[in-house]
């Protein structure tokens, strides 16, 4: 679980970043969850843009995303749902200590 300095410092660092994922009118589906997964892999931290035309809640798809990616959800802000994910590989973030 993330911490509220943890989370802090990672809305800080997404505030910049641009939705590269966007869910529609089919919600959260498993084929999207895998490529999400992938890019956290390579990111460890996204936006996903919630569109007009969707059926779900935006804290619903919140909640989809971060039980298909297993990712820490950080915020959610107006149709913007943003994800951190620690990477194996492409570790670039450097979450503060918690106490």
């Given at each position: 679980?993330l911490?509220?300095?943890?989370?802090r410092f990672l809305r800080?660092?997404?505030?910049?970043l641009?939705p590269?994922f966007?869910v529609?009118?089919?919600g959260?589906?498993?084929?999207m969850?895998?490529?999400i997964?992938e890019?956290l892999e390579?990111?460890?931290?996204l936006?996903?843009s919630?569109?007009?035309?969707?059926d779900?809640d935006?804290?619903?798809?919140?909640?989809e995303l971060?039980?298909?990616?297993?990712?820490?959800l950080?915020?959610?802000?107006?149709?913007?749902?943003?994800l951190?994910?620690?990477?194996r590989e492409?570790?670039q973030?450097?979450?503060?200590?918690?106490?």
């Amino acid at each position: 679980m993330l911490t509220g300095k943890q989370k802090r410092f990672l809305r800080a660092a997404a505030h910049h970043l641009d939705p590269i994922f966007q869910v529609g009118k089919g919600g959260v589906n498993e084929n999207m969850t895998k490529q999400i997964s992938e890019a956290l892999e390579v990111r460890e931290l996204l936006k996903v843009s919630i569109l007009q035309n969707c059926d779900d809640d935006r804290n619903t798809v919140a909640s989809e995303l971060v039980e298909g990616t297993k990712a820490e959800l950080v915020q959610v802000i107006g149709n913007t749902v943003v994800l951190y994910k620690e990477s194996r590989e492409n570790k670039q973030l450097e979450l503060p200590k918690s106490r």
